[in-house]
């Protein structure tokens, strides 16, 4: 595990961040004007820092725009069967890579396979539990004028763009059937929601507006397409 990243958290595996796009201007643009309550956050995380002591611009690019690789769990020995006098040969690990658009999870195991050999441990096995793809759709999409405006006319508040999502998503099935659809995610999630969590909450209101929110904008594109309005309006 300890040959994977770097004290600066770098990922080590060979020709990792071959494929990495880079951010764009307007990508950049957006994660410097995105509010991030990163002492809140800190605080309700107890943590004294983020890795690395990042902060500011800098801790929202790792967060939305790096790769990461995560150690999700070790076991080793024998730990179940009761009193034992032997020394055990077995460990186990299950890591965790989370990519970025252009990389591919399959190369990323043969990368991973690669480098445990080149360091060694060629008795080690890796086997790969499931993976996705990552996919990217332009922040500068003609969409976007219709999202901020519904946006505006549902919430009376100007819409916040994150560049990227984070997690994985059905965006690849998407992309593979229509190779030139965007794909954007607008939804009621909130800042102390849980994702994932035992106590996973959403906030009835927020639910109701992002409902209006999606009828408003798909209004919104059959007026743009010619359409009367009528049928979104049934």
Known sequence: MSTLKGPDERIAVEGFYEDVIPPSEEELKLLEQLPYEEEKIRKNLELKEFLC??????????????????????????????????????????ISFYLVANQNPVKIGRQLRNHLDSHGFEDVEVQMLGYSYPVKTSVNIPERNMLEKTARQVYK???VIEPTQLGAGPAIAIRRAWADMPVVGIGPGNSSGNHHAPDENLIMEDYLLSIKHMIAFLFEMGEENGNDGKTFGK
């Not at 070790?74 to 040969?89: D, K, M, S, T, W």
């Open 53 to 94: 002591n990042a902060t500011g611009n800098e801790l929202k690019k790792r967060i939305y725009l790096e790769p990461t690789l995560s150690v999700c769990g070790l076991e080793a020995g024998e730990l179940y069967q009761g009193p034992r006098g032997i020394v055990p040969h077995r460990a186990w690990a299950r």
């Open 157 to 159: 508040k100007t819409l």
